[in-house]
Protein backbone atom coordinates (compact mmCIF):
# COMPACT_ATOMS: atom_id res chain seq x y z
CA UNK A 1 0.00 0.00 0.00
CA UNK A 2 0.90 3.09 -0.92
CA UNK A 3 1.14 5.60 2.10
CA UNK A 4 1.55 8.75 0.10
CA UNK A 5 -1.90 7.55 -1.52
CA UNK A 6 -3.92 9.12 1.49
CA UNK A 7 -1.27 11.71 1.71
CA UNK A 8 0.85 12.76 4.61
CA UNK A 9 -1.88 13.61 7.34
CA UNK A 10 -3.15 9.84 7.66
CA UNK A 11 0.20 8.18 7.98
CA UNK A 12 0.60 11.02 10.69
CA UNK A 13 -2.50 9.96 12.42
CA UNK A 14 -2.61 6.89 11.87
CA UNK A 15 0.99 6.21 13.44
CA UNK A 16 -0.66 8.75 16.11
CA UNK A 17 -3.22 6.23 17.11
CA UNK A 18 -1.29 3.11 16.97
CA UNK A 19 1.25 4.85 19.17
CA UNK A 20 -1.47 6.15 21.72
CA UNK A 21 -3.38 2.90 21.75
CA UNK A 22 -0.11 1.03 22.55
CA UNK A 23 1.03 3.68 25.20
CA UNK A 24 -2.16 2.91 27.16
CA UNK A 25 -1.73 -0.51 26.82
CA UNK A 26 1.64 -0.73 28.39
CA UNK A 27 0.70 2.05 31.07
CA UNK A 28 -2.37 -0.55 31.88
CA UNK A 29 0.56 -3.39 31.59
CA UNK A 30 2.66 -1.98 33.83
CA UNK A 31 1.02 -0.31 36.74
CA UNK A 32 -2.57 -1.50 36.13
CA UNK A 33 -3.79 2.41 35.61
CA UNK A 34 -6.12 3.62 32.54
CA UNK A 35 -4.21 6.37 30.65
CA UNK A 36 -5.73 9.44 31.26
CA UNK A 37 -3.43 12.38 30.75
CA UNK A 38 -5.28 14.68 33.03
CA UNK A 39 -5.44 12.18 35.65
CA UNK A 40 -1.84 11.30 35.53
CA UNK A 41 -1.09 15.09 35.17
CA UNK A 42 -2.90 15.85 38.05
CA UNK A 43 -1.62 12.79 40.08
CA UNK A 44 2.04 14.28 39.14
CA UNK A 45 1.52 17.55 40.55
CA UNK A 46 -0.60 16.40 43.69
CA UNK A 47 2.61 14.10 44.30
CA UNK A 48 5.01 17.11 44.47
CA UNK A 49 2.69 18.31 47.15
CA UNK A 50 2.43 15.08 49.05
CA UNK A 51 4.72 13.71 51.54
CA UNK A 52 4.08 10.08 51.62
CA UNK A 53 6.40 7.69 50.26
CA UNK A 54 3.61 5.64 48.13
CA UNK A 55 2.92 9.10 46.35
CA UNK A 56 6.59 9.98 45.88
CA UNK A 57 7.07 6.46 44.17
CA UNK A 58 3.89 7.37 41.66
CA UNK A 59 5.62 10.35 40.77
CA UNK A 60 8.52 8.74 39.03
CA UNK A 61 6.70 6.65 36.27
CA UNK A 62 4.13 9.91 36.04
CA UNK A 63 6.91 12.25 35.43
CA UNK A 64 8.55 9.92 33.22
CA UNK A 65 5.43 9.73 31.49
CA UNK A 66 4.76 13.48 30.55
CA UNK A 67 8.20 13.94 29.66
CA UNK A 68 8.29 11.14 27.08
CA UNK A 69 4.76 12.51 25.93
CA UNK A 70 5.59 15.79 25.22
CA UNK A 71 9.56 15.38 24.50
CA UNK A 72 8.26 12.86 21.87
CA UNK A 73 6.11 14.92 20.10
CA UNK A 74 8.72 17.50 20.16
CA UNK A 75 11.49 15.33 18.27
CA UNK A 76 9.03 13.94 15.60
CA UNK A 77 8.13 17.41 15.12
CA UNK A 78 11.41 18.33 14.29
CA UNK A 79 12.62 15.31 12.58
CA UNK A 80 9.56 15.61 10.38
CA UNK A 81 9.85 19.44 10.02
CA UNK A 82 6.03 19.57 11.45
CA UNK A 83 5.11 23.50 12.40
CA UNK A 84 2.59 23.23 15.15
CA UNK A 85 0.30 26.60 13.60
CA UNK A 86 -0.02 27.80 17.19
CA UNK A 87 2.39 30.85 16.62
CA UNK A 88 -0.52 32.76 15.21
CA UNK A 89 -3.20 32.41 18.17
CA UNK A 90 -2.98 34.92 21.22
CA UNK A 91 -1.10 33.73 24.02
CA UNK A 92 -4.47 34.76 25.84
CA UNK A 93 -6.41 32.65 24.11
CA UNK A 94 -4.17 29.42 24.32
CA UNK A 95 -3.96 30.12 28.13
CA UNK A 96 -7.68 30.80 28.29
CA UNK A 97 -8.55 27.49 26.52
CA UNK A 98 -5.90 25.78 28.33
CA UNK A 99 -8.09 26.66 31.72
CA UNK A 100 -11.29 25.66 30.14
CA UNK A 101 -10.41 22.53 29.33
CA UNK A 102 -8.33 21.62 32.65
CA UNK A 103 -11.47 22.79 34.42
CA UNK A 104 -13.61 20.64 31.75
CA UNK A 105 -11.50 17.49 32.73
CA UNK A 106 -11.91 17.75 36.66
CA UNK A 107 -15.61 18.46 36.22
CA UNK A 108 -16.19 15.45 34.01
CA UNK A 109 -13.67 13.40 35.89
CA UNK A 110 -11.14 12.78 32.79
CA UNK A 111 -10.20 13.50 29.61
CA UNK A 112 -10.47 12.73 25.67
CA UNK A 113 -7.37 9.91 26.74
CA UNK A 114 -9.09 8.51 29.82
CA UNK A 115 -12.74 7.96 28.45
CA UNK A 116 -12.48 8.32 24.27
CA UNK A 117 -9.56 5.91 24.37
CA UNK A 118 -9.53 3.42 27.65
CA UNK A 119 -13.09 4.15 28.49
CA UNK A 120 -14.60 3.74 25.16
CA UNK A 121 -12.44 0.65 24.63
CA UNK A 122 -13.77 -0.80 28.19
CA UNK A 123 -17.20 0.06 26.84
CA UNK A 124 -18.07 2.26 29.31
CA UNK A 125 -21.11 4.25 29.08
CA UNK A 126 -19.90 6.80 31.37
CA UNK A 127 -17.42 7.23 29.10
CA UNK A 128 -19.55 7.12 25.80
CA UNK A 129 -21.59 10.47 27.61
CA UNK A 130 -18.13 11.99 28.35
CA UNK A 131 -16.90 11.92 24.69
CA UNK A 132 -20.32 13.05 23.31
CA UNK A 133 -20.21 16.32 25.59
CA UNK A 134 -16.44 16.57 24.38
CA UNK A 135 -18.04 16.32 20.89
CA UNK A 136 -20.89 18.64 21.28
CA UNK A 137 -19.43 21.06 23.46
CA UNK A 138 -16.41 21.26 21.12
CA UNK A 139 -18.53 21.75 17.71
CA UNK A 140 -20.55 24.54 19.63
CA UNK A 141 -16.88 26.17 20.28
CA UNK A 142 -15.68 26.31 17.16
CA UNK A 143 -19.15 27.34 15.90
CA UNK A 144 -19.35 30.03 18.28
CA UNK A 145 -16.12 31.23 17.76
CA UNK A 146 -16.34 31.07 14.10
CA UNK A 147 -19.37 33.09 14.60
CA UNK A 148 -17.45 35.79 16.31
CA UNK A 149 -14.56 35.70 14.53
CA UNK A 150 -16.36 36.29 11.00
CA UNK A 151 -15.02 33.05 9.48
CA UNK A 152 -17.01 31.19 7.18
CA UNK A 153 -19.67 33.79 6.65
Known amino acids: MDVELFGHSFFQAATGGILIGLASWLVLLAFGR ?24 LLDWRVGFLIGLVGGGV ?30 TVRGSGCTSGHGV ?11 VAVAA ?14 IAGVGA
Open 134 to 147: FMAAGMLTVTVTGL
Open 34 to 57: VTGISGIATGALSAVTGDTPKRLA
Open 75 to 104: VVANMLNITSGLADRSPVLLLVAGLLVGYG
Open 118 to 128: CGLGRRSARSL
